[in-house]
């Protein structure tokens, strides 16, 4: 739940900046995810540095 919320608020700023525009997180074909009581492991810091990397800026602000 809180990493949706997460998502969420991510995704209203990108509305807020214009980047997208509007929030998929809030439409209504969208659940919330139920908690399934599973043990979830994050990624490590090299995991989510090398996903970063991968990507592909959108517009010319933003930077890694």
């Known amino acids: 739940m809180r990493s949706f919320l997460v998502l969420q608020g991510v995704l209203e700023l990108a509305v807020a900046d214009e980047a997208i525009e509007k929030n998929p997180a809030r439409s209504p074909v969208v659940q919330v995810p ?20 991968t990507l592909t800026p959108v517009s010319s602000g933003w930077s890694r």
Do not use: P
Not at 34 to 53: C, F, M, N, P, Q
């Open 34 to 53: 139920k908690r399934t009581g599973e043990e979830l492991i994050a990624w490590s810091d090299e995991r989510v540095y090398a996903v970063i990397h």
